[in-house]
């Protein structure tokens, strides 16, 4: 990777994720400048179909942002700086290519108006928009193990939801309606049913703390570093969710967001975890169920794919709603 797209990669990170720059610099060099050409790839997409200036072709931005995966998995010389980091990353860490186009098939569901009818095809979505970045930067951290990239995907799932219940306003201005149609019992659109978008944003929450769990039993196979960086951004991420929750989950309530005195604060609770995890303690949570196939390896003749049948009731926490 060059110095100028490793540097172009850092400006992206810094301007869009202040939560993900902060525990970014918890990741060992080599893999922090990976993982931040990789978000500067995932910011291009989603910038592709959330800038109003291209909403009226979004289905054309997806097209394009697929062509040029082609040219760089292709090997086809990149001169765009974020599409040659990504290029640099992709041949060094031999990155999936399913992977990354179920990532756009995820952006693809973004196209037009967004309504989710069923928490299934929110999970299917989670697992596109965010589990894909999990198995994407797992493989940054050398992990090729089944198991653990499953528990990757479960945390970025987490992360995903948790992001679908801070921003239901902001989504709907945006034509977007994330909460399943079959939680908000009819309502047209989450704010002008608060009551019932609340019950909607408690049992998705507590959806997400399923994922965390299941994610955190692979925290203690990563890398020691690396295990401190995504555990800060997990605790982060999860105290968001908590925010939303002390507000009686209200989805008018504005945007939550945790203090920089929280964010240090969660940081040096994730370097005790990751000291203190000890997985051989206890028997490990399986992972969550999933009404979807979940590829974790990219040749088909040697493909570990877990397939199992989510029970809706077995989603919903009873006790939803407060991520810890």
């Known amino acids: 990777m060059t110095k100028a797209q490793a540097a172009e990669a850092r400006r992206i990170l810094a301007h869009h994720s202040k939560s993900f ?58 001169h765009d700086p974020v599409l040659g980091g990504l290029q640099d ?7 999936p290519r399913r992977f990354a186009d179920d990532l756009l ?3 693809a569901m973004d196209v037009g108006v967004v309504r989710m009818a069923t928490l299934d095809e929110l999970l299917l979505y989670a697992y596109r928009a965010a589990g894909t970045v999990g198995l994407m930067m797992a493989h940054l951290m050398g992990v090729r193990d089944a198991g653990t990239l499953r528990r990757a995907a479960d945390l970025g799932m987490a992360m995903q939801l948790t992001n679908v219940c801070r921003d ?3 989504d709907e201005q945006r034509g977007r309606v994330y909460l399943p149609a079959d939680l908000l019992d009819g309502a047209p659109v989450p704010t002008r049913a608060p009551a019932t978008a609340a019950r909607a944003v408690s049992a998705v929450l507590g959806c997400a703390e399923m994922f965390y769990r299941s994610g955190d039993v692979g925290l203690a196979r990563l890398p020691f570093r690396c295990a401190v960086a995504i555990r800060a951004a ?17 989805v008018c309530a504005g945007r939550a967001v945790v203090s920089g005195r929280g964010k240090l604060f969660l940081l040096a609770r994730a370097a005790a975890g990751a000291v203190l995890a000890l997985p ?12 979807f196939s ?3 390896v990219d040749d088909p003749a040697d493909a570990d794919t877990i397939r199992v049948v989510a029970v809706r009731g077995a989603l919903i926490s009873p006790r939803a709603g407060v991520p810890s």
């Open 89 to 95: 990353v992709v041949h060094r860490h031999d990155l």
């Open 105 to 107: 098939a995820g952006m």
């Open 280 to 291: 051989w303690r206890r028997p490990a949570l399986p992972p969550v169920p999933l009404p």
């Open 294 to 296: 979940l590829p974790l």
């Open 21 to 78: 720059a902060l525990a970014g610099k918890l990741l060992p060099a080599d893999v922090r400048r990976d993982a931040a050409a990789l978000y500067a790839w995932c910011r291009r997409c989603d910038d592709a179909v959330d800038d109003p200036a291209a909403s009226n072709d979004r289905a054309l931005a997806v097209r394009r942002l697929r062509s040029e995966l082609d040219g760089v998995y292709a090997g086809v010389p990149q």
């Open 234 to 250: 997990r605790l982060i991420y999860a105290e968001i969710g908590a925010v939303v929750a002390r507000r009686a989950f209200d």
């Open 168 to 170: 239901v306003a902001e």
